[in-house]
């Protein structure tokens, strides 16, 4: 099966890269590009992408509420957020759309398709860099204290394992981490998982960590004042998508 995938940057040299990386793939092809969200929305509802690849930062319609019209949509296709984190301060915003999911626009090339086959999946994504400061950063909610909205049923749902693993999700964790820390299989761990996605009534990991941070379960502290500060580029001097692909082209 060939993924279908829609790309929205408002930036053309920026969508050039990512198309690049995303049709050097055997099972997937760039049906589309937009440089707004007006047109991406009208895009979408035209060719049915399965992906979605949305800028926030864009004019006429911003990625947000782009995001906010195609997942409310009948077999909505699933949105891939790329954001440069020190820029955008509207990708929370953009995960309570939602969206399945974020990346940093400095991932590795490898890293965008891996992306887009997780969320294609059904599964969600976040950007291991940058989940606990964003999230503690728009949350704001101490560990422990639900918000006054909060239904206290929602979690009584839930077995105290299914409870830990929801906390540990919102951490960050993956399956195997998760399993090594509880000392379980991970097949147990994908069992927890499942379940208490069903339980709960939500589409993927990152409706349970949002869902997790709104009931006070877990916090994501900001870097303090004496932590490094976070880079535009690559640590270990890699390029991004769209870096690479113009250094292919140039070559």
Do not use: C
């Amino acid at each position: 099966m060939t993924l279908r995938v829609l790309v929205v940057d408002d930036q053309s040299v920026v969508r050039a890269g990512f198309a690049a990386i995303i049709d050097a793939e055997p099972d997937m092809e760039v049906v589309g590009e937009a440089g707004d969200g007006v047109t991406a929305v009208r895009l979408a509802g035209e060719l049915a992408p399965d992906v979605v690849v949305m800028d926030v930062r864009m004019p006429e319609l911003d990625g947000i509420a782009a995001t906010r019209i195609l997942t409310g949509r009948e077999d909505a296709p699933r949105v891939l957020v790329l954001t440069t984190f020190d820029l955008d301060t509207y990708v929370f915003g953009a995960l309570r759309a939602g969206a399945s999911g974020f990346l940093l626009k400095d991932v590795r090339a490898d890293e965008l398709p891996a992306g887009i086959r997780t969320v294609a999946s059904g599964d969600g994504i976040l950007a291991p860099s940058a989940t606990r400061r964003l999230i503690g950063h728009y949350a704001g909610v101490p560990a422990g204290e639900p918000q006054p909205e909060t239904d206290a049923g929602v979690l009584g749902a839930l077995t105290a394992q299914e409870r830990r693993v929801l906390t540990l999700v919102a951490s960050g964790l993956n399956n195997t981490e998760i399993a090594e820390k509880l000392d379980i299989a991970v097949g147990t761990v994908k069992s927890h998982v499942n379940a208490l996605l069903r339980k709960l009534g939500l589409r993927d990991r990152v409706q349970a960590t949002i869902l997790a941070y709104d009931l006070g379960l877990a916090r994501a502290n900001p870097p303090g004042p004496d932590a490094p500060p976070q880079p535009h580029g690559r640590r270990d001097g890699a390029h991004g998508p769209w870096e690479e692909a113009r250094d292919r082209s140039d070559g």
